[in-house]
């Protein structure tokens, strides 16, 4: 036995449960059969708990009656049938979403009867035990479980009600196991909503809602929105005392100045609209020259509007000026900020905060702690030496001292000196030459004079050099022997 229901979001298919409810099922059947719950508002919306349904006119209207059962609309006449006692079973709870079951109430003389009339609820959510012992399950919804998601989805008022309507439009009975009682009669068509129930349309269920498309208005709405999220950072980092700060209404602003225009001739001309507390022209802090604008602050309010209503578009100095509000609030900022870093600095310590301390750097105040002995330390041009990093000069610096120093032995100071003597003992250090090992050939080959170990003389040098003077005599006999042999044919 099953039931369709056609509502304005979408079609829902419920199962009934006959033999647990027989009572509650025949009631629900009959009142679907004659289109009693055509156009019957969903009136109560609880978001993952259930939504009400099932008084055809809404209980919301003063011509509505919250419902009757079936027995109750054949025979309006008689009070007592307009609702029924339902079966409550223990053993159905109201642990699965799409549950459903029908609304009750206590009964006026006997509070642990409980009885019920059309009204039905839907649960949207699991384990919604509140219900048991108050709504007596008669039915499961087995299709549908979508329209269930966009009903739990609704904007609803602060009562529960959706903003915009949802209706139940039609109602398609499956299978009906019951007998019609006596004097029903189907409605061949489905009625037309009545004009009660018209009256208490909010927004049509079929109304489609257009947004505003007026460019001017969404571009305030947009600089709206970006001028709060910009006072919300502001506040965040400290530059605001809160986001909602607004500018002051005694402070005018005041723009278009010629550049010759003094603080003083500015005030004089405003000044006859009341006591002026302070007028600035705002000017370059480089240069001194005028930017164009001012403000001036008056001790009330009313007189800055009878400045603003007087003044603006008056020609001062050959420029027709231009006067407004002032929009500003770096003021009020800036002596939010002193009082309350001025309260900070009397609480103690850094922040206000007595156990916090302000950062320091590991290096310190007196700069970079180098490494003595560093490669880059090593190459700094003037620096002062400490007495750790003081160094012996090598040999070719005390050979340097000897060559060109003072009277008393010392070299002369130059700029470059002290790098001189880093970079020789850096990267001039022969000690790993004199200190590696020799080999026994070579021991051989050396002799040891006045402790210093000298290379024997090679004997292929030894021998080109006989060779060269072996040649030199044999060419210069050559030489006298033919200058003999030409004098003696000379003679000849």
């Known amino acids: 036995m099953s039931v369709l229901l056609e509502t304005s979001l979408g079609d829902i298919t419920i199962d009934l449960r006959v033999d647990e409810a027989p009572r509650c099922c025949e009631n629900f059947l009959k009142l679907c059969k004659i289109k009693y719950y055509n156009f019957a508002p969903v009136h109560n919306v609880q978001p993952n708990f259930s939504f009400q349904t099932g008084d055809p006119i ?23 049938n307009k609702t029924f006692q339902p079966e409550f079973q223990p053993k159905l709870k109201h642990e699965e979403m799409g549950t459903v079951s029908m609304a009750t109430a206590p009964a006026p003389d006997n509070p642990d009867e409980r009885y019920a009339g059309s009204q ?68 061949p068509e489905s ?36 001028a709060r999220a910009q006072a919300l950072t502001l506040e965040m980092v400290g530059d605001l005392p809160f986001a909602e700060v607004a500018p002051p209404e005694n402070v005018l602003f005041v723009c278009k100045l010629n550049p010759v225009t003094q603080d003083e001739d500015l005030e004089l001309i405003f000044s006859r609209f009341g006591k002026i507390l302070s007028c600035e022209i705002i000017r370059d802090k480089r240069t001194g020259d005028s930017l164009q604008y001012a403000f001036i602050e008056y001790s009330s309010q009313k007189e800055c509007e009878a400045a603003y209503l007087k003044m603006d578009g008056v ?23 002193d009082v309350t870093n001025k309260k900070r600095r009397s609480a103690g310590g850094f922040g206000g905060i007595d156990n916090l301390e302000k950062k320091k750097q590991y290096r310190g105040d007196a700069g970079f702690n180098r490494v003595s002995d560093s490669v880059v330390n090593n190459l700094i041009i003037d620096r002062e030496t400490t007495p750790s990093e003081t160094k012996q000069p090598s040999r070719h610096a005390q050979s340097s001292s000897r060559g ?38 070579r ?34 006999r050559n030489r006298t022997e033919d200058r003999g042999g ?6 000849d």
């Open 58 to 80: 809404g209980p919301g209207s003063k011509d509505s009656d919250g419902g009757r059962s079936i027995w109750g609309v054949l025979s309006p006449a008689q009070p007592a």
């Open 120 to 187: 039905f609820t839907i649960t949207l959510g699991p384990n919604v035990d509140f219900l048991d012992g108050k709504a007596a399950i008669f039915g499961t919804v087995v299709e549908g479980f979508d329209t269930l998601e966009k009903i739990n989805a609704a904007y609803i008022d602060d009562k529960g009600r959706p903003l915009k309507d949802i209706r139940l439009l039609h109602t398609v009975i499956l299978d009906d196991p019951f007998d019609d009682p006596e004097g029903l009669v189907e409605p």
């Open 191 to 226: 009625p037309v909503p009545s004009a009660a129930q018209l009256a208490t349309v909010r927004v049509a269920h079929d109304e489609v809602l257009v947004e505003e498309n007026d460019p001017e208005a969404l571009e305030r709405v947009r600089r709206e929105r970006e």
């Open 315 to 337: 020609l001062i100095d050959d420029h027709r000026i231009h006067v407004d509000f002032s929009q500003s609030v770096s003021k009020i900022a800036d002596d939010w900020r």
């Open 486 to 491: 030409s004098d003696r044919r000379r003679r």
């Open 404 to 441: 060109n120093g003072n009277s008393r032995g010392r070299p002369e100071p130059r700029r470059d000196d002290g790098r001189r003597r880093e970079r020789t003992d850096v990267y001039h250090d022969d000690r790993h030459k004199r200190d590696r090992s020799r080999s026994p050939r």
């Open 443 to 476: 021991e051989r080959r050396d002799r040891e004079v006045d402790g210093r170990y000298e290379p024997r003389r090679q004997r292929s040098r030894d021998r080109y050099h006989d060779d060269r003077s072996r040649r030199d005599r044999s060419r210069d």
